[in-house]
């Protein structure tokens, strides 16, 4: 079992940045591909940014690909999401999320998720 907890979430204006945190529980956490998801009230949730459990390769929804960066410190159990010129589209809950084996855009695809921070972008 593992619990991940998301943080750094709140308001900022268009054009601003936040970085989200991610803290998980356990020892294995080294061994996990992670990833960002977001849903919006009324929406589907999707795929926001995966990395794998080293680090070495990450993944970006198109929408997001040059302003948001994931990344992650092994040593700390801990996932980032840098994201940059904030836009009012980015309003969302934005959920932590692993997987036990590679990583993967799908959500049916992760094992385990956060409860979510709320990110409001203002105009």
């Known amino acids: 079992q593992v619990q991940l907890v998301e943080s750094g979430g709140g308001l900022v204006q268009a054009g601003g940045s936040l970085r989200l945190s991610c803290a998980a529980s356990?020892?294995?956490?080294?061994?996990?591909?992670m990833g960002w998801f977001r849903q919006a009230p009324g929406k589907e949730r999707e795929f926001v940014a995966s990395?794998?459990?080293?680090?070495?390769?990450?993944y970006y929804a198109d929408s997001v690909k040059g302003r948001f960066t994931i990344s992650r410190v092994n040593a700390k159990n801990t996932v980032y999401l840098q994201m940059n010129s904030l836009k009012p589209e980015d309003t969302a809950v934005y959920y932590c999320?692993?997987?036990?084996?590679?990583?993967?855009?799908?959500?049916?695809?992760?094992?385990?998720w956060g409860q979510g921070t709320q990110v409001t972008v203002s105009s």
């Open positions: 990395i794998s459990s080293s680090g070495g390769t990450t």
């Open positions: 999320a692993a997987r036990t084996t590679g990583w993967s855009t799908r959500i049916e695809d992760y094992d385990y």
């Open positions: 356990g020892r294995t956490f080294s061994r996990f591909g």
